[in-house]
Every structure is written in structure tokens, then in C-alpha cells.
Antibody
């Protein structure tokens, strides 16, 4: 079955860019009818959808983050990535990469999540 | 954005009891052309990612025990656990995927009394 694994720095300085990669195993991100998504969760709080990308490269972002977010695909590595610029402490959270099937928005597979702390 | 509101925020039930969690959306998430409500439920245990339980408001994900069921349509939804087991202790979230940005409820923490 599909497995997703996040990777990237656990500590980012304020005003810098957060960069995370999700490696997808046992399933090609360039085939099928899936949205590949990022969702985050501050400690002890709820879930926030950041955005998603389709295999064509088309993206959809949460308007609350749109000016700072870029999600991209690397089909050669079977990975997709998140970049969030100009981070502040409010961006400290566990970041999950997920898959949504059939162009619908429910998330059927999740990575284990990676904690990113924004601090100087 | 569609606002999702869950009730209660927390719930303590005894083993074997029926647990009910409610979710209300600020606008209908029913798509008239296919008569489906774009509503999902997730279970999150401590230190783990959320796990999909229910989609289309009432379709159980493969492998999810049949004691979990979802109901409702339009703006009002319910997740029911028919007979609470110890392993059901978790936080439960509803999510609408009718429109982007997809949004989640604030979560309901389920504990054993």
C-alpha cells in the first residue's frame, strides 16, 4: 500500500523559508487521479489544510497562506514538496503530507508527520 | 470558508457504551447532482497522524470496524461508535471537502470514564 514520508529541517529561523519533501512509496505520483496534499497541526490544536497538487502540476492553496506557499512535484523522485516563505512562530506545527483519491478532498493516506519549529 | 463546528469538545463514556459526536457545517456540503455530502471523519490517536474512518458522510473506509458509523446530510452530521472499546480513545475530527479551502472541525476528545 502507499506510504508517505515527510523530510526536512526541524528548525527554521523566523522570516526564512520552510522546505519539506514528501516521498511517496508504492505508488506513482504521476499516475492516477490523486491530489497530493499538505496539512498542518500546531501542537494541541486542530488541522489546517495548506494546499494540494495534481500530477499535471496544477495547484490549489488555502487563501490564508496562498501568498507564501508553493507546492511542487518531482516525478523523477516520486516526491512532492512544500515551501512556506516568511515564516513566523505561528507556523510552528506538525506538517503532514497526504493523498486524496479521485480528485476529492478526503485524505486516505497520511505520512507520520514532521515537527517544524520556527525559532531563532 | 466553510466553518465546521463539532460538539461536544470532549466526551467521557464507559466501555461498551454508545458514543455520539456531532458536526455542523456553516453551509450545506451536499452536492445536489450526486446527492452526496462531502463530509469525512478522522480518528487521531496521540502521536499518530489522523486516520480516515468515514467519507461521503456514511461510507466506512476499508478496514474500519463496523462499530463506527456516520450519518447526516446537508449541514448536520453524526459519528457514532456503537460499543466503545478501549482502543477508541482518540480525538475525532470532521472535515468538509465540498469546497476549498477544505476545513476541519476543532476536534472532539473521546475518553473512557
Amino acid at each position: 500500500q502507499v506510504q508517505l514520508q515527510e523530510s526536512g529541517p526541524g528548525l527554521v529561523k523566523p522570516s526564512q523559508t520552510l522546505s519539506l519533501t514528501c516521498t511517496v512509496s508504492d505508488g506513482s505520483i504521476s499516475s492516477g487521479t490523486y491530489y497530493w496534499s499538505w496539512i498542518r497541526q500546531p501542537a494541541g490544536k486542530g488541522l489546517e489544510w495548506i494546499g494540494h497538487i495534481y500530477s499535471s502540476g496544477s495547484t490549489n492553496y488555502n487563501p490564508s497562506l496562498k501568498s507564501r506557499v508553493t507546492i511542487s512535484l518531482d516525478t523523477s523522485e516520486n516526491q512532492f514538496s512544500l515551501k512556506l516563505s516568511s515564516v513566523t512562530a505561528a507556523d510552528t506545527a506538525v506538517y503532514y503530507c497526504t493523498r486524496a483519491p479521485n480528485f476529492y478532498g478526503y485524505q486516505d493516506y497520511w505520512g507520520q508527520g514532521t515537527l517544524v519549529t520556527v525559532s531563532s | 470558508d466553510i466553518v465546521m463546528t463539532q460538539s461536544p469538545d470532549s466526551l467521557a463514556m464507559s466501555l461498551g457504551e454508545r458514543a455520539t459526536i456531532n458536526c455542523k457545517s456553516s453551509q450545506s456540503v451536499l452536492y445536489s447532482s450526486n446527492n452526496k455530502s462531502f463530509l469525512a471523519w478522522y480518528q487521531q490517536k496521540p502521536g499518530q497522524p489522523p486516520k480516515l474512518l468515514i467519507y461521503w458522510a456514511s461510507t466506512r473506509e476499508s478496514g474500519v470496524p463496523d462499530r463506527f458509523s456516520g450519518s447526516g446530510s446537508g449541514t448536520d452530521f453524526t459519528l457514532t461508535i456503537s460499543s466503545l472499546q478501549a482502543e477508541d480513545v482518540a480525538v475525532y475530527y470532521c472535515q468538509q471537502y465540498y469546497d476549498t479551502p477544505y476545513t476541519f472541525g476543532q476536534g472532539t476528545k473521546l475518553e473512557i470514564k
